[in-house]
């Protein structure tokens, strides 16, 4: 009899890990886009709608609801019916939403897709994660779902880029210019839920603790095993053990737990205050719409590359290094954004550096969030993680619109250095034997 869990870490990185990722990480790149995509939307939709900017906050605060609610449920359900399963119904439901949200016409409209949209990313995050990560092997396991989590800053990367191009091609088409963002995003997001539907597998980990008996089981252990009899394969008892919610506030667990918690709420505040208002700050710099998409962009793109150069950190043992790196790298960057002049020039590179440090810690933090916890409770743990997360994220939208209301662009920009050095305050004291297999 062979254990599955030390096979799959004895096992090399091949094309079934690509595969899983790849797939998963589609996903997450939608999950990026159409967080991202009401941000771009706002200065457009405003000027369609004769409305302000701050007339949407309700609208950018809906999805970072839905998000935080999505997820709370969605990673039970995950640990319950199986992450594939919960991971492409709620791609279904976001790209669907997304659709609608093309053609809102009130502001009520617009709060209402967005909730439904953020209900459907929620469900999708903490099953990807842990799908992802059940399948790496233990040494490489951190950085390949850091890896893969970073298809959401790709995604919020591509929607600043494309979005110029995207709302040029729909007045092309006589379509309103922002409505062809959430036409693209609606599109591309069901045809990935039926590519995931289709050529995803669902955890062998999670079949073999919860569904024994399930016929699929054989044919993933083929594919990922060659030659493997699937009939001698076990997994150990104290990873079948059941678990609930509460097990995350236990003794065992508490201390973890409350730290992740923290550096999510404070993390994802920075991030969706920026996401959701960069924009608008910049063009209130005097910066061309080009340039505030663009830079947005760059915001983003800086997540992917400091998930790259950071994450590391995580299979060598060192969390908390990573994490601490990448928050205070933000909270210098954002201190040369209030001492540098306000020109495209001079801020370009240092909106990089911010995405860098804080969206790239936070691509880290969905890595290290899943290694925290046991198997039958990890959908559970990245889920109320991310759904705790919200705190940061649903305050996001109205401080910032509060921020651009009564402070200038340099002040808006430098009040996130507090935040940030929260974060890393709190990331010190992440342990190395927390990490679970």
């Known amino acids: 009899m062979t254990e599955i869990t030390q096979l799959i870490d004895d096992k090399r990185v091949g094309g079934f890990h690509f595969r899983v990722m790849a797939f998963c990480g589609l996903v997450m790149l939608f999950d990026g886009y159409d967080i991202t995509v009401m ?3 706002v200065p457009s939709v405003g000027a369609a709608l004769h409305l302000p900017p701050a007339a949407f906050t309700l609208a950018l605060t809906a999805s970072l609801v839905g998000l935080g609610l999505g997820a709370g449920f969605g990673g039970p359900l995950g640990d319950r019916l199986g992450r594939k399963r919960v991971m492409a119904w709620s791609l279904t439901i976001a790209a669907l939403a997304t659709l609608a949200t093309a053609f809102s016409g009130t502001t009520t409209d617009f709060f209402i897709w967005r909730l439904l949209t953020g209900l459907g990313i929620g469900g999708m995050v903490p099953n990807a994660t842990t799908l992802t990560a059940e399948y790496m092997p233990l040494r490489k396991r951190s950085w390949l779902v850091t890896i893969m989590y970073c ?157 790259f150069a950071l994450s590391g950190q995580i299979d060598r043992g060192r969390p908390n290094l990573g994490l601490t790196i990448g928050y205070s790298l933000g909270a210098v960057a954002l201190l040369g954004l209030v001492i540098t002049p306000t020109s495209f020039v001079n801020w370009a590179g240092l909106i ?86």
């Open 151 to 307: 298809s959401v800053g790709v995604g919020g990367f591509l929607a600043g880029i494309i979005a110029t191009p995207v709302m040029a091609a729909a007045v092309k088409l006589g379509i309103a210019d922002w409505r062809g963002l959430f036409i693209f995003g609606g599109v591309g997001s069901l045809i990935a839920a039926a590519a995931v539907a289709v050529f995803t597998p669902e955890s062998i980990k999670f079949l073999m603790a919860k569904r024994p008996g399930d016929p699929r089981i054989p044919r993933i252990a083929a594919g990922l095993f060659p030659g493997l009899d699937p009939a001698s394969l076990t997994i150990a008892p104290e990873i079948a053990r059941r678990y609930s919610v509460l097990d995350l506030l236990s003794r065992e667990y508490r201390a973890r737990t409350a730290l992740i918690w923290v550096i999510y709420v404070f993390n994802i505040f920075i991030i969706y205050l920026l996401t959701s208002w960069l924009p608008t700050i910049l063009r209130a710099a005097h910066w061309t719409s080009p340039q505030a998409l663009t830079a947005t962009g760059m915001f983003q793109l800086g997540g992917v590359v400091g998930a």
């Open 39 to 41: 941000g771009l939307a």
């Open 352 to 437: 990089l550096l911010v995405g860098v440090g804080i969206a790239g810690a936070q691509n880290m933090v969905v890595a290290i969030s899943a290694a925290l916890y046991p198997l039958t409770i990890r959908a559970t743990g990245v889920g109320w993680a991310v759904t705790i997360g919200r705190i940061g994220a649903i305050s996001a939208p109205p401080v910032g619109a509060m921020i651009i209301q009564h402070f200038t662009p340099v002040q808006a920009l430098g009040l996130m250095i507090i935040p940030a050095l929260i974060a890393a305050g709190a990331s010190v004291l992440i342990r190395k034997a927390w990490l679970e297999r």
